[in-house]
């Protein structure tokens, strides 16, 4: 599977129980990332695809149920259980420091292979690399 997740510099997903940041120009990369296919999430997502011109399948327990060609975007929920199953990582850095209180809970630097790297202008953040991981 390909996980999708937004990271502060710490690699913090999250604060106080609330995402960090949201960027409409993030929703709109992962549409085009995942190409017309199928994004796995869990219902505190919802609200960032509800406009979303895809398949989006709401599941609490959309990391199990996903399959090796699956995206499944990643706020709230840890990975590290999953990693056998993570083909893929495409990882969105906002580029600052927040107070993160929930972290992404995989090495990626030293479990995966850096592929590619993409810096865009978001809606909320004025740079914002993307980097997508392979094992």
């Known amino acids: 599977m390909t996980v999708i997740v937004c990271l502060d510099n710490a690699n913090g997903m999250m604060f ?5 940041s949201r960027d409409a120009n993030v929703v709109k990369d992962i549409l085009k990332t995942i190409n017309g296919a199928s994004l796995l999430i869990a219902p505190y ?4 695809f509800s406009q979303a011109e895809c ?27 999953f990693k056998e199953k993570i083909s893929k990582l495409v990882i969105y850095k906002w580029n600052r420091d927040y107070p993160a209180d929930f972290h992404f809970d ?5 479990d995966y292979k850096l592929e590619t790297t993409l810096d865009f202008v978001g809606t909320s953040h004025e740079k914002i690399t993307k980097e997508v991981y392979v094992r």
């Open 55 to 81: 398949s989006v399948s709401v599941s609490d327990s959309f990391l199990i149920d996903a399959g090796a060609e699956d995206y499944c975007f990643v706020e709230n929920t840890s990975v590290a259980e």
């Open 16 to 20: 106080n129980h609330r995402r960090q």
């Open 106 to 110: 995989i090495d990626y630097a030293n």
């Open 45 to 48: 997502s919802e609200p960032l």
